[in-house]
């Protein structure tokens, strides 16, 4: 009869430990979705690496814009010679700054001024909150 309780008392013990550790790995396994969704884990790159995101982007897009740039020079016919005297319209186009403008402003906006305006407008809900309870 010890031996019969003995093992019933060790059956209990490992449905118990079993049961625990399913629920651990449950835990674990709901943390680790939560902790490795793909927006979580862009959002973490994004933040601790913003000045060389915003850095390669712009070097890209300036590399793009110097690629189109260039291949309309070559492309367009040489400028016909200016004769003094005559009043021929000047054709300069916008600049390197005006091209880029366009690009480059809002890249800025996004990553430099929109993460403090979200931080101030969320620490301005909370603080409302908590005076409203």
């Known amino acids: 009869m010890a031996q019969g309780k003995n093992n019933e008392e060790l059956k209990a013990e490992a449905i118990a430990n079993l049961a625990a550790s399913r629920a651990e790995i449950s835990t674990e396994a709901h943390r680790l979705r939560h902790d490795l ?32 740039w260039r291949r309309g020079q070559v492309a367009k016919a040489p400028a016909p010679r ?30 430099l001024i929109t993460p403090g305006l979200i931080q101030s407008l969320i620490a301005k809900r909370r603080a409302d909150s908590a005076t409203a309870e």
């Open 82 to 111: 200016h004769v003094r005297g005559s009043s021929a319209p000047s054709k300069a186009g916008p600049g390197i700054i005006g091209i880029l403008a366009p690009a480059i402003i809002p890249a800025l906006i996004k990553s």
């Open 37 to 68: 969704s793909p927006r979580r884990v862009m959002h973490r790159v994004v933040d601790r690496h913003k000045p060389v995101i915003v850095g390669a982007a712009a070097a890209a897009g300036l590399v793009a814009v110097l690629l189109v």
